[in-house]
T-cell receptor, first 110, second 112 residues
Framework: EDKVVQSPLSLVVHEGDTVTLNCSYE??????LLWYKQEKKAPTFLFML????IEKKSGRLSSILDKKELFSILNITATQTGDSAIYLCAVEGGTYKYIFGTGTRLKVLA | NAGVTQTPKFQVLKTGQSMTLQCAQDMNHNSMYWYRQDPGMGLRLIYY???????DKGEVPNGYNVSRLNKREFSLRLESAAPSQTSVYFC???????????FGPGTRLTVT
C-alpha cells in the first residue's frame, strides 16, 4: 500500500532557528513529490521535485529529493513567526493519484 | 479570478441528513478533486474527475457521490450523513501541464 510519512509530527522553535522537515515515501509509479504550506485554510504550493539531488529554493525555504532512499527534506532557515503552519508532503503516484502525509505542524515563537 | 471556491464554509448536519458541497474553479483546469482532512490523517482523496464527464473513486469514496456538472463545477454529495463524515473537505483543481493542485478554502462539516 502506498504511504507517505512525515516527521516530526510537530515542532516548536524560536525565531531565527533553522528547521528540517522530513518526508519519506513508499509509492509505486512515483511521478513527483510536492510540498505545501497550510496555514488557516487551503494548502498552498511550495515546491515540486522530480529529480534526485537537485535543490529547489525559494527565499529561506529549500527542498531536495533522494529517489534512491525515497525521502525528501524541507529546510527553513532563519525562521519567522509567519512560517508557523502545517507543512504537507504529497507524492503523485500515477495519474491523478496524490498521497499526502499527515503533515508537520511547525510553531515559531517570537 | 477567484481560483477555487467552495460553498458552504461551515455546515452542521444530523445523522441521516443529506447535503451537497459545491466547488467551482475559474482557471479552465481539466482535473478536479475532493479530499477530506482529519486530524492525524492528512488529506485523503475521496473522488476525482480527470475531465468533464468523467469521475473516479479515490481512497475513501464510501458514503459519497460526485457530479462533474461542467468543466468549472464539481460537487460532492452525502446522501445519508454519518458522524464518521465529520471532517474538513477540500476541493482542488489542476491543469494537465502542471504538477500543482490549487485548493479551495475548505468546508468544515460536523455530523451529530
Amino acid at each position: 500500500e502506498d504511504k507517505v510519512v512525515q516527521s516530526p509530527l510537530s515542532l516548536v522553535v524560536h525565531e531565527g532557528d533553522t528547521v528540517t522537515l522530513n518526508c519519506s515515501y513508499e509509492v509505486t509509479n512515483f511521478r513527483s513529490l510536492l510540498w505545501y504550506k497550510q496555514e488557516k485554510k487551503a494548502p498552498t504550493f511550495l515546491f515540486m521535485l522530480t529529480s534526485s539531488g537537485i535543490e529547489k529554493k525559494s527565499g529561506r525555504l529549500s527542498s531536495i529529493l533522494d529517489k534512491k532512499e525515497l525521502f525528501s527534506i524541507l529546510n527553513i532557515t532563519a525562521t519567522q513567526t509567519g512560517d508557523s503552519a502545517i507543512y504537507l508532503c504529497a507524492v503523485e503516484g500515477g495519474t491523478y493519484k496524490y498521497i499526502f502525509g499527515t503533515g508537520t505542524r511547525l510553531k515559531v515563537l517570537a | 479570478n477567484a481560483g477555487v471556491t467552495q460553498t458552504p464554509k461551515f455546515q452542521v448536519l444530523k445523522t441521516g441528513q443529506s447535503m451537497t458541497l459545491q466547488c467551482a474553479q475559474d482557471m479552465n483546469h481539466n482535473s478536479m478533486y475532493w479530499y477530506r482532512q482529519d486530524p492525524g490523517m492528512g488529506l485523503r482523496l475521496i473522488y476525482y474527475s480527470a475531465s468533464e464527464g468523467t469521475t473516479d473513486k479515490g481512497e475513501v469514496p464510501n458514503g459519497y457521490n460526485v457530479s462533474r456538472l461542467n468543466k468549472r463545477e464539481f460537487s460532492l454529495r452525502l446522501e445519508s450523513a454519518a458522524p464518521s463524515q465529520t471532517s474538513v473537505y477540500f476541493c482542488a483543481s489542476k491543469h494537465p501541464s502542471s504538477y500543482e493542485q490549487y485548493f479551495g478554502p475548505g468546508t468544515r462539516l460536523t455530523v451529530t
